[in-house]
């Protein structure tokens, strides 16, 4: 099954703990993207990754790290959490500019709290 | 810069009673255009979506859009709709000429459904 898979769904940290989100994709996906959903803003992209070691800034990229190792894991690093970074986290992923017209397909989602 | 505005944020109805959820975008080049739904504690799934054609397009669940590129618009609409449609619904672009698969997402509308 073609499926975008999170983990963990729920995390609960204190500030400054380091944390990674990690993300993985089975459909040979060169798009993959981080985004955070807030209530009242929809979601904003914290960055993406065009394919294996690129990988750039969203529009809120601020307090968080990337990496794009293999072409299917994206995780997210915080390397110092902060109480903003509380939210809801999705990964998303896409065919890429060889599949021109497609839609993302996002992972089920983390709740992350920062106490 | 683009953007999209979703201009309900909370709509209330009754089962059976019709629905429009409008979407506005701003971006003066070619987009694709998307309607995700979130049912309470899942991930993003596509409700439908517009490359381009027929600028009506048919989705699941009896949802439909039409794309009105004079208004830039693509406003979500269900002849009736049922208890199991509550869920908050995004309208996202993407600029055609983009090539980072970027996703500009509205603010989201929360649609409650009552029995």
């Known amino acids: 099954e073609a499926q975008v898979t999170q983990n963990p769904r729920y995390l609960i940290t204190v500030t400054g703990k380091k944390l990674t989100v990690t993300c993985s994709q089975n459909m040979n996906h060169e798009y993959m993207s981080w985004y955070r959903q807030d209530p009242g803003l929809g979601l904003r992209q914290i960055y993406y990754?065009?394919?294996?070691?690129?990988?750039d800034k969203g529009d809120v990229p601020e307090g968080y790290k990337v990496s794009r190792k293999e072409k299917r894991n994206f995780p997210l690093i915080l390397e110092s959490p902060s109480p903003n970074q509380t939210s809801l986290y999705f990964c998303a992923s896409s065919p890429g500019q060889g599949v021109p017209n497609t839609e993302a397909f996002f992972g089920q989602g983390t709740r992350l709290t920062v106490v | 810069a683009q953007s999209v505005s979703q201009h309900n944020h909370h709509v209330i109805l009754s089962e059976a009673a019709s629905l429009e959820l409008g979407c506005n975008y701003s971006y003066g080049g070619t987009v694709n255009l998307f309607w995700y739904v979130q049912y309470p504690g899942q991930h993003l799934q596509l409700l439908l979506k517009?490359?381009?054609?027929?600028?009506l397009v048919k989705g699941i669940k009896g949802f439909e859009a039409e794309f009105i590129k004079s208004k830039f618009s693509f406003n979500l609409r269900k002849p009736s709709v049922q208890w199991s449609d509550t869920a908050e619904y995004f309208c996202?672009?993407?600029?055609?000429?983009?090539?980072?698969?970027?996703?500009?997402f509205g603010q989201g509308t929360t649609l409650q459904v009552k029995p």
């Open positions: 517009y490359f381009s054609g027929d600028p």
């Open positions: 990754s065009m394919n294996v070691e690129v990988t």
């Open positions: 996202a672009v993407n600029a055609r000429s983009s090539n980072t698969g970027k996703l500009i």
